[in-house]
């Protein structure tokens, strides 16, 4: 079997497909298409594989790709030694992961001067192979006709045959495998406080006498531990326990076929031993370990990827004059609105609060901004001073006249507006715009549509990970990008008002082209129909075939120029909309009429059922944004700060975040509260996004309050978390009273909050950055 249907085949294992669907798509990729294209317009080829399972596919044949090209430089390397014996061959093209392979490469790799050379040089060998050979005869004896200039004595000339044992058995492939799958499934990670590191790495309490299983060890709990490391808080282990240890030796010593009671049986055993102490347990500890932090940088990355999917693709407001507002005290509130394209038209700075105190005239300036644009929507950013703003503005919408439309106030995630606002892309956006205002016009900007202005903010910057400066920078940013890159063209981007910075996520497209596509639009005038795009500078054919289906352009001379169907495909749809005998534009959103029709009547030699049922769904529903419909939290009146907040209050607030441990909800008090995963729902919940996804509205219930350390505890679930109260009272000596849960008594040792909700879960869960 050839490396690429090896390839093929392996893949398609692992993602639920036909060896010939991953054939397909990797050639496509390799032709320069991009996933969300492949996903969208070529599932005849791949069988439809969607873009879940492409990302899949693109990432696997870049790793089995650099496989294939090691496996063939192991096997030139062995062969260029006269060593490659057909068994090794085998074993070699056999092999499925990296590992498998260097450890069958390992007798054979080029190494530096080693002990075991030396003791071989020494003519040791021999001895090695006599003590195999006769296990009755004492080790001592036979290694005295050993002893030499070189080997001075009986216990070197030992030594030295234990060295070549040794080295042998490191480069054991067999033994190696079996004891790394025996570790993973026995083995311990354990953590230990630095003597003196008591008091500075106080945060890291938990894990200064910490043991579990290697294998179950949550991702954020095991970035916590890596890092504690790093800080040189505590020191980190891998090693199964007493027995574990005994198992992994009589692992070795069965490999040396030492059980027998001989002489030479028992000093193979102490062999065996040394063997684990001295250099099995020290590189399988780093193999693990190395295993463990990508294990749960994988986790990690992928928890950050679908918050930043759910927050890109958050409901937009919608095409309205939004008024911006920054929060600030001293520094006062900037504000800034923005038309219904996003477009600045005016700005200001209040100072309701200390020093100034106007609250009148920032009374009267509001009023002003939300007259003189028809300010439809009033986004504050959810920063310091957001409720003492959102009250100011609650106010100063009562003095509005009745019967006059009022604006709708958002609380908005501000996380990444003072990035954007420093950055170069918003200088060039906003050139006359001071830098603190910018921030208002981006809060303004992201309720109208979370991901044209998201996409403006380097992903790492929005904050909706966990341990994110922990895990491989390089892949968290290629794992976000992907992720942008597929919401941007789910969504679909309007040609004639989209930004470079949006327009550079487009399929086919990049940063050079989108400005590209800008400077042609605004020298031009708008685009009228997708075929314009072919005279912009430097976009060939090609380009044009990636993106064109993820451009729209409303009110066009083309009616499907608005849709999703890609231009290659009109003939099909025309064909459509011949066979109703209708105009096109009135035919665009009956779906009566379409429903009518058989698909498979429009099927040619070029494009299949899917594609047709595709284009049949896209007449249905023109342009239709797969977002939800815009919603917002209402933040309870009169619970502006944590200390406001009582158990048993429910309360409505937004997910901000979601992590393995649960998820973070903006309750209104400067401080997300958790709801850890046992506290989700009225059922078992593995894995948090199964419920909850960052943007939601939900409806909380207090469950426990931390004043001292900022901690918040939550419950989703229908009795509000009385369990879990009832729990804690219980354990504080009580049950909780009628009215509400007993207060919480601290006791001695008792490290931030016990093991309720604010006990060990909310511990890992705060260090979550």
């Known amino acids: 079997m050839d490396t690429a249907a090896r390839i093929s085949r392996t893949i398609a294992t692992e993602i639920g497909a036909r060896p010939e669907q991953v054939g397909a798509a990797v050639k496509l990729l390799d032709e320069g298409a991009t996933v969300p294209f492949v996903a969208r317009y070529r599932k005849e080829a791949t069988g439809g594989l969607d873009d879940g399972q492409l990302r899949t596919l693109s990432d696997r044949v870049v790793y089995l790709r650099e496989l294939e090209a090691r496996r063939e430089t192991i096997l030139n390397s062995i062969r260029e030694q006269g060593k490659l014996t057909d068994d090794l061959a085998r074993a070699i093209a056999g092999a499925e992961t990296k590992a498998a392979l260097e450890d069958l490469y390992l007798p054979y790799k080029p190494k530096r001067r080693t002990r075991a050379m030396i003791a071989r040089e020494n003519g040791l060998e021999p001895l090695v192979e006599a003590i195999l050979a006769d296990r009755h005869a004492e080790p001592e004896a036979l290694a005295e006709g050993f002893v030499t200039e070189p080997v001075p004595t009986v216990k070197d000339a030992l030594a030295g045959a234990r060295d070549i044992l040794v080295e042998r058995l490191a480069e054991d492939a067999d033994l190696l495998g079996r004891l790394r799958a025996f570790l993973q499934a026995q083995a311990d990670l354990v953590s230990r406080v630095v003597a003196g590191q008591e008091q500075a790495g106080a945060k890291y309490s938990d894990y200064f006498d910490h043991r579990e299983k290697w294998a179950k060890v949550p991702s954020h709990r095991a970035l916590a531990m890596m890092r504690a490391s790093n800080e040189g808080v505590v020191t980190l282990d891998i090693t199964p326990d007493e027995d574990g240890v005994e198992r992994a030796q009589a692992m070795i010593a069965a490999r040396l076929e030492a059980c027998g009671e001989g002489p030479g049986d028992r000093w193979l055993r102490q062999v065996a031993g040394w063997a684990w ?52 005290i001293r520094t006062g509130i900037k504000a800034a609105v923005v038309d219904a394209t996003g477009k600045v038209v005016a700005t200001d700075t209040l100072y309701p609060f200390q020093p100034k105190n106007d609250l009148r005239g920032a009374q009267a300036s509001v009023l002003r901004l939300i007259a003189a644009h028809g300010v439809e929507l009033i986004a504050i950013g959810n920063g310091t001073a957001s409720r003492e703003t959102e009250r100011f503005v609650a106010e100063t919408l009562k003095m509005l006249p009745e019967g006059a439309g009022k604006p709708v106030k958002v609380v908005v995630s501000e996380a990444g507006a003072s990035v954007y606002s420093a950055s170069e892309l918003a200088a060039r956006e906003l050139p006359d715009l001071d830098v603190s205002l910018r921030g208002a016009v981006s809060i303004a900007r992201r309720l109208q549509d979370p991901l044209a202005e998201l996409v403006k903010i ?130 665009m959103g009956d779906s009566a009429a379409l429903k009518r029709l058989d698909p498979r009547d429009f099927v040619d030699s070029r494009f299949g059922l899917p594609t047709v049922r595709d284009i049949l769904a896209e007449l249905e529903k023109p342009g239709r944004d797969p977002r939800p419909s815009f919603r917002t939290a209402a933040f309870a009146e009169g619970i502006e700060e944590i200390t406001d907040l009582k158990p048993g209050m429910v309360l409505e607030g937004t997910v901000t975040n979601v992590a393995a441990f649960g998820a973070f909800v903006d309750i209104g008090v400067h401080q997300d509260g958790l709801v850890h995963v046992s506290q989700l729902a009225d059922r078992f919940v593995k894995d948090p996004h199964e419920v909850v996804k960052a943007g939601d509205v939900v409806r909380v219930t207090v469950v426990e309050v931390d004043v001292a350390r900022r901690r918040i505890g939550l419950s989703m679930k229908k009795d509000g978390g009385a369990s879990a109260r009832a729990a804690r009272a219980e354990r504080d000596g009580g049950a909780a009273p009628r009215g509400g849960p007993r207060s919480r008594r601290a006791r001695p040792g008792d490290q931030g909050g016990g093991q309720g909700a604010l006990g060990a879960a909310l511990r890992d869960a705060m260090r979550r950055r």
Do not use: W
């Not at 990355?301 to 890109?312: E, G, S």
């Not at 685009?527 to 314009?532: A, E, G």
């Open 458 to 587: 380097e992903p790492k910057s929005i904050g909706v990970g966990q341990y994110q400066h922990d895990v491989d920078q390089h892949r968290l940013g290629r794992a976000l990008e992907a992720v942008v890159e597929d919401a941007v063209n789910a969504v679909g981007v309007d040609l004639n008002t989209a930004s470079a910075a949006l327009l550079s996520h487009v399929s086919g497209l990049g940063p050079g082209l989108a400005e590209a596509i800008v400077a042609h639009r605004d020298a031009n005038g708008a685009f009228r129909s997708r075929r314009q795009l072919l005279e912009v500078p430097r976009l060939g054919p090609k380009a044009f075939e990636q993106c064109a289906g993820f451009l729209r352009i409303r009110d066009g001379e083309e009616p499907l120029d608005a849709s999703s169907v890609h231009p290659e495909a009109y003939g099909v749809a025309r064909r459509i909309v011949a066979a109703c005998g209708r105009d096109i534009r009135s035919l």
């Open 277 to 328: 102490r001295v250099k099995l347990s020290l590189s399988m500890m780093i193999e693990l370990m190395g295993e463990l932090r990508a294990r749960a940088q994988d986790e990690a990355i992928a928890v950050f990827a679908r918050n930043l999917k759910d927050l890109l693709l958050a409901a937009p407001a919608g095409a309205r004059a939004t008024l911006g507002l920054d929060p600030g």
